[in-house]
């Protein structure tokens, strides 16, 4: 027996060594023949180790995935596609305390949970529906990038993806040309999930494992110690992990990992970003799907290699200088791209890119394709200069952290931008209006605010010859007069949408909206502001600043006047009419989705955070922050009983 324990530990060391650590120490002739040993010592002892590797060889075929309930929810991850909706994940973020992230690859595989209790590997499951997966021991039992047999004690539950490398995928597609596997996460799938264990083993899956789902004992209190427990108990980890301070800090990982990833042998789809601390975490909480704390980067978007010709700077609404550049065309998604952006200075900087640069190009839907990085640089590549003046009207520039502004708020192209984004789709939605209608606009007749659009006649389209404009038929001026004219009916949100405070998108603009007028939003204070959920401290003093303003005010005078009418569709009457309602923490009985729903067909308004306009909070269980600032401020609390009490049968 004392040889057998013997044979188990140095084989369970060599196999961590070539399995985990890449770095094989013996060669494979020498581990079979410590292997065979071992084999024939429990042949005829009929003694077989826990921890013993001969376990991992792919036992019989089941007939069927048992269930198994997790000890604790294994959540999947909310998504974001863009830039946008990462800040409103730090916006959110930053009201519960000033945490440090971590950045990592989001694999394409399959998420599988691993169970230990007293140091000895138990069982393996599929997340399913994150209550309940499938057990797939027998499967993962072939896999051999985690332990048997681990130092703590107590009940554990691990997290990580089965991923097949495409190095393994291409092999194994070599070996099986009649019946080749599609693409690596399928196959990742179909290997953990096929009831032959055997075939599990031929398709060569190991499992990359990333954070710790529950201890019984002693529970982790951040992302960084609990990839260190990982890795210490001797969990296979990707060397990638990043820890930021910063945003701009977690934006430069998540490109840095978009750039690289072209190059791993690991399938992957995106960026995970964690806030790191326990506490934060446990103040923010969890939707019945999702962790409030963390949030996964998708990159969905076909990308392409290409070289930068020259690099030329546009002025947006704002007055922000954001550099574009004009590349080497080249196919994406569909469509010859010749032009990238490189949203800001600091990021043009910051990804190395000069003209001559070979870089990395993206595109998704219809956005405008993005510069990812350099890739190299070609002899003679030169750095792009920053501009001392405005390259349209020669204002002045003003610099704002990574941000070049234009000073001069009668900029042509800012007027242009500034009504384009009045007339889009999400904000007044006037249809036909497009950009270059407004730069001929802007150009013929002088049009600067968004009153000047409802002034407009036939007669504006005439010309010195009492003809129409060249282009613009009478058909297309009745359209667009029409467009105009229909517009002036418009929801709240899209309205504050539309009039461009800085800072505020349409997630920010439906929260205000919550407060039923434009007049209401305006009398806001910071301490309001602050306190929407959506709303940082830039954000909440750009609003300020903008009903502050004298010449904000008179245009929306003039807006009124003209007939522009904002308003909040008409709610449901019912047992919440009357009442601004905040959900904290979970509700047993229903998801907090769900109950929101159920608030509002009773006439009830949501709110996202708690402030002066609050007149009632729900408090369901582990509730946090959000029922401490209802207490300070008096607002009317009830428990998850009386809420459901009040929705009646």
């Not at 929260?511 to 909440?540: P, R, W």
């Amino acid at each position: 027996m004392d040889r057998m324990h013997e044979l188990v530990e140095i084989l369970n060391k060599w196999a961590y060594e070539y399995y985990v650590l890449d770095a094989p120490t013996v060669s494979d002739r020498e581990y079979d023949r410590l292997y065979d040993e071992l084999r024939e010592l429990e042949r005829v002892s009929g003694v077989r180790l826990p921890d013993s590797p001969t376990r991992r060889v792919g036992g019989e075929p089941v007939k069927g995935f048992a269930r198994h309930t997790h000890i604790a929810r294994l959540y999947s991850l909310d998504k974001a596609v863009s830039e946008d909706e990462l800040s409103a994940f730090f916006t959110r973020v930053k009201k519960y305390g000033a945490p440090t992230y971590t950045v990592e690859y989001k694999y394409d595989g399959l998420t599988v949970c691993l169970t230990y209790e007293d140091g000895l590997f138990v069982r393996a499951t599929t997340r399913g529906n994150g209550v309940e997966g499938e057990d797939v021991t027998a499967q993962v039992l072939t896999v051999r990038s985690f332990p048997l047999k681990i130092s703590y004690r107590g009940t554990l539950e691990v997290r990580g993806e089965a991923v097949i490398r495409l190095s393994a995928l291409e092999k194994y597609n070599a070996a099986h040309p009649d019946d080749p596997l599609k693409n690596a996460r399928n196959a990742a799938a179909g290997a953990i999930r096929n009831l032959d264990p055997a075939v599990t083993a031929t398709r060569s899956p190991e499992i990359l494992f990333y954070d710790i789902n529950y201890m019984s004992e002693a529970p982790i209190l951040s992302q960084i110690d609990a990839r260190a427990f990982l890795q210490r108990e001797g969990f296979k980890t990707f060397p990638y992990f990043k820890i930021c301070a910063t945003e701009e800090e977690v934006f430069a990982a998540v490109d840095e990992i978009e750039v690289n990833r072209r190059g791993l042998d690991v399938l992957t789809d995106g960026a995970v970003i964690k806030v790191n601390e326990e506490g934060i975490r446990a103040d923010m909480g969890a939707t019945d799907k999702f962790p409030r704390w963390a949030i996964a980067y998708k990159f969905e978007a076909e990308e392409a290699e290409t070289s930068v010709k020259r690099v030329f700077w546009q002025v947006g609404r704002t007055g922000k200088l954001t550099p574009l550049a004009e590349i080497e065309p080249v196919e994406l998604a569909g469509a010859t791209v010749r032009r990238a952006t490189l949203n800001n200075f600091g990021d043009l900087t910051r990804k190395d890119v000069k003209v001559g640069s070979r870089v990395l190009v993206r595109r998704s839907n219809e956005v405008i394709p993005e510069i990812l990085g350099a890739v190299s640089h070609v002899e003679g590549s030169v750095p792009v200069a920053k501009p001392e003046t405005c390259p349209y009207c020669g204002s002045s520039v003003r610099e704002v952290g990574a941000n070049l502004f234009c000073t001069n708020p009668q900029c042509p192209p800012r007027i242009v931008q500034k009504l384009t984004h009045y007339c889009s789709k999400n904000a007044a939605d006037v249809e036909g209006m497009s950009e270059m209608t407004l730069q001929i606009l802007v150009e013929r007749l002088g049009l600067s605010n968004f009153s000047d659009l409802y002034a407009l006649t036939k007669d504006s389209f005439v010309g010195e010859d009492g003809k129409l404009w060249d282009g613009f038929g009478e058909k297309k001026v009745s359209n667009l007069l029409s467009a105009i004219q229909k517009s002036k009916q418009i929801p709240l949100d899209r309205f504050l949408y539309a009039i461009g405070i800085e800072g505020i998108g349409r997630v920010a603009a439906r929260d205000l909206a919550a407060f039923g007028s434009v007049e209401n939003v305006a009398s806001l204070t910071y301490g309001e502001l602050i306190a929407l959920e959506n709303v940082g401290d830039i954000t909440a003093n750009s609003i300020l600043a903008y009903f502050a303003d004298a010449d904000n005010r008179a245009e929306l005078n003039r807006l009124f006047e003209a007939g522009v009418t904002p308003f909040v569709a008409a709610r449901a009457e019912g047992i919440f009419t009357g009442e601004s309602v905040v959900l904290t923490g979970s509700l047993s009985a229903m998801s907090r989705p769900e109950a929101q729903k159920l608030i509002e067909a009773r006439g009830g308004v949501c709110q996202s955070a708690v402030t002066g306009a609050t007149t009632l909070v729900i408090a369901g269980e582990k509730a946090g922050s959000k029922l401490d600032k209802a207490k300070k401020l008096g607002v009317r609390i009830i428990g998850e009983e009386e809420f459901l009490a009040m929705l009646g049968p």
